[in-house]
């Protein structure tokens, strides 16, 4: 079966760095985009990185644009998400997905989705 699994998340102080990692099994992660999204409460789904098939082109939410860095292994099959110098305004789900279309950050690009893992990110 294919599954997309996050984890890596928790709780930590402002200026702290996490890393998230994805493990999708069952898929030929070579063929997508893979992307981190996150959803605070009450807040819209946003979309916080995305990266190529290849490796080779990235693309970042502003809001986290030279704070974070997203990473792929597919031969490994992982995807990963290091967050250096957080904020409160990190707070959310964050989510995995994968998906054909190009390096759009727009949720309805991606397909499949895992279930998510918490980062909480305390003053």
């Known amino acids: 079966a294919q599954q997309l699994v996050e984890s890596g998340g928790g709780s930590v102080q402002a200026g702290g760095s996490l890393r998230l990692s994805c493990a999708a099994s069952g898929y030929t992660t070579g063929l997508f985009y893979m992307a981190w999204f996150r959803q605070a409460p009450g807040k819209e789904r946003e979309g916080v990185a995305t990266?190529?098939?290849?490796?080779?082109?990235?693309y970042y939410a502003d809001s986290v644009k030279g704070r974070f860095t997203i990473s792929r292994d597919n031969a490994r099959k992982m995807l990963y998400l290091q967050m250096n110098s957080l904020t409160p305004e990190d707070t959310a789900m964050y989510y995995c997905?994968?998906?054909?279309?190009?390096?759009?950050?727009?949720?309805?690009?991606?397909?499949?989705w895992g279930q998510g893992t918490q980062v909480t990110i305390s003053s």
């Open positions: 997905a994968l998906g054909v279309r190009g390096a759009t950050l727009a949720p309805d690009g991606y397909h499949y």
């Open positions: 990266i190529s098939p290849d490796n080779s082109r990235t």
